[in-house]
């Protein structure tokens, strides 16, 4: 808090709510975590606050057996090849996806000293990891995949991360945007997946990569993705924040 500045009702509120987290984290999160929105949202500061603190950067979100895997569900805003669908159509993705993707390239840029196209096969060059994981949509239904895809981290690593950088964005050719904080960024379980089940991510399921982020509910888990930004601020509005969702959504 800065001096001679009188504190707003919601950070005086928010300072003595989470005066137990703050000294828990002290030495371990040098910043405050993102706050916005207005006074309801106060425990989605709460919750950010004592999950970063409590939680190991290492904990691993359950994995399951092959035996697991269970039927999946599609959701989202619409298919962006379709014309008629209630997403926003993008020409660009259709051609992709007619061609097979073989001309998609994921751009990576913002805070990075690197920035760059990169293809499927440059992506792949990266590593893979692969995990039986269950997906949490926020609507009630879970449902268990198995995925593989290039671990984020050595993306950005590859991508040359400056030390300022903070959080990164995540852009779907449906219009859908994303963003997480570097925690997650960097979790091993964090992974441009470009397989499902042994197979090509399927269109519908956000062909051809999308993101699994096994520490947060299913809508940070971006399809069709076309383009991530590596920021040092945290930039709103976010699409889970202009919608009313929460921004940090741990599990
Ligand atoms: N690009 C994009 N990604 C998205 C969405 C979307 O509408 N567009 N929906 C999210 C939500 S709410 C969920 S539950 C999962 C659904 O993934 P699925 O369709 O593969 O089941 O994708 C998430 N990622
Ligand atoms: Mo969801």
């Known amino acids: 808090m800065k001096k001679n500045k009188p504190m707003t009702r919601r950070q005086a509120i928010f300072a003595g709510l989470t005066s137990a987290g703050a000294l828990l984290l002290s030495g371990c999160l040098k910043k405050a975590p993102p706050t916005y929105g207005n006074i309801l949202r106060m425990g989605d500061d709460l ?35 379709d014309p008629k669908s209630k997403a926003v159509y993008s020409q660009e993705y259709h051609e992709l996806q007619a061609n097979n993707f073989k001309d998609w390239a994921l751009t990576v840029e913002g805070s990075v000293a690197k920035p760059a196209k990169y293809s499927m096969d440059a992506l792949k060059k990266l590593g893979e990891r692969t995990q039986i994981t269950r997906h949490t949509c926020e609507e009630g239904w879970s449902a268990i ?44 379980q964090t992974i441009l997946a470009h ?22 509910i299913g809508y940070k888990n971006i399809k069709y993705l076309q383009r991530i930004v590596v920021t040092e601020k945290f930039i709103e509005p976010d699409a889970d924040i202009s919608t009313g969702w929460s921004w940090y959504t741990g599990i």
């Open 47 to 81: 919750t950010y606050t004592a999950q970063r603190g409590l939680l190991s950067q290492r904990a691993l979100a359950m994995e399951y057996q092959k035996s697991d895997i269970t039927s999946f569900p599609v959701t989202d805003i619409g298919d962006p090849a």
């Open 145 to 188: 995949a198995e995925w593989t895809g290039v671990p984020l981290g050595a993306v950005l690593k590859d991508a040359g991360i400056l030390p300022a950088a903070r959080f990164v964005y995540f852009y779907g050719y449906d219009k859908y945007t994303e963003s997480i904080d570097m925690l997650d960024a960097f979790h091993p």
């Open 195 to 216: 397989t499902m089940n042994g197979e090509d991510l399927p269109a519908r399921h956000g062909a051809p990569v999308r993101l699994r982020v096994e520490t947060q």
